[in-house]
């Protein structure tokens, strides 16, 4: 793999530091690698701070099965043994004024409903821009389609009141009234809208909304919701760990207050299956950050990519993840019995 250079913008040596539970235990130089054993360490909350202009610069790699992680937080446990590595690509000398490979933002034309605050229009345009430039960063592919981004109290997409937004090709509307909108705080709302802009992406890959059938439901909503959580990590906002103990207390907890829970992934992928009480959403983002774990986000595009030309969804999740539909589904459950911390913030 060629990574981007790594801009230091301070001239300083230390590039990246490894932190646990917020102190630093290690330091590195660009252009080499560096590699912990895991099981040498102790489990904790490990933080990469890498002082480059371009995180893209950075990887996270499990030795053991070449995973990339998230550039920012990643939880280790006894779940994980192995090793990893930081790998940093050679520095540059100072950033000459860096051309935006595409024009984000000019594709995007923005049409606030009056009665929408001054706050949520701020979130919105930030969330939409931050989102257009992640994804180029993170997948290489971003909107490019012009697209206009709502708010409204009465469109139709907004009849019920769980609806936060719903997205087509080339139109996304947030229902700013709606309780599945305000009930939220600020990095939900964000969150929200960075996984209403991979459905934008989805549309343009006719991943979705083409003449073909769209595939796995799960894997839709799985991607974006999964995708949604990865931005507002690389923001530094909620760590992906996180939001994986809090997904992994609602279904848990679901499963608890109304045994037996949700169904298992293969039965709810079609959309009409997948539209159910209960953390549906939760349970596909489970489903594709295991995925993650050992196929980087880009494989997502290539899964979506084969659906859009007419792949069966089993030959197109065999081509982009390296395992069979029916062999994910059968470790799926034991994956997700993963021990469920006793608190987790998920209100956020
Ligand atoms: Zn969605």
């Known amino acids: 793999m060629t990574l981007p250079q790594c801009v230091d ?38 933080l990469l701070r890498a002082n480059c202009s371009d995180e893209a610069a950075v990887r996270l790699l499990y030795q053991n099965a070449g995973l990339e992680v998230v550039p920012a937080h990643f939880g280790i446990s006894a779940h994980a043994p192995g090793s990893f590595r930081v790998r940093l690509g050679a520095p540059t000398a100072a950033p000459s004024p860096s051309p935006s490979p595409t024009p984000t933002g000019s594709v995007f034309a923005f049409q606030f409903d009056a009665a929408t605050s001054s706050e949520d229009r701020q979130l919105i345009q930030d969330a939409v821009q931050f989102a257009s430039s992640f994804y180029q960063s993170t997948l290489g592919r971003t909107v490019q389609q012009s697209t206009t981004i709502a708010t409204s109290r009465t469109a ?41 802009v991979f459905h934008l992406l989805q549309f343009e890959q006719r991943w979705i909304g083409g003449p073909q059938p769209a595939g796995l439901h799960w894997m839709i909503e799985g991607a974006a919701e999964y995708l949604g ?54 349970l596909a983002m489970l489903g594709v950050l ?16 084969a659906i859009a030309a007419g792949n069966t969804a089993e030959s197109a999740f065999q081509n982009a993840f390296g395992t069979s539909l029916p062999a994910f589904y059968q470790q799926f459950p034991a994956w997700k019995a993963l021990p469920v911390p006793a608190t987790y913030e998920c209100r956020l």
């Open 9 to 46: 913008p301070q001239g300083d040596a230390n590039l990246v530091v490894l932190e646990r539970d917020g102190t630093a235990f290690a330091t590195g130089t660009p252009g080499a690698e560096y590699t912990w054993n895991i099981t040498t360490l102790a489990a904790g909350e490990y």
């Open 156 to 196: 139709r997409g907004c009849t019920s009141g769980g609806a936060s937004a719903f997205t087509g090709a080339r139109n996304m509307t947030i229902c700013v009234a709606n309780q599945g909108w305000t009930v939220h705080g600020p990095v939900t709302r964000r969150k929200i809208i960075i996984h209403e």
């Open 229 to 282: 959580w990865l931005g507002i990590a690389q923001q530094g906002m909620v760590p992906i760990s996180t939001a994986r103990g809090c997904m992994l207390k609602e279904v848990t907890d679901f499963a608890t207050s109304q045994p037996p829970g949700l169904p298992d992934l293969n039965l709810l992928e079609s959309a009409q299956s997948f539209s159910r009480q209960g953390p549906v959403y939760p």
């Open 290 to 305: 295991q995925l993650m774990s050992s196929s980087s986000a880009n494989a997502l595009l290539t899964y979506g990519a």
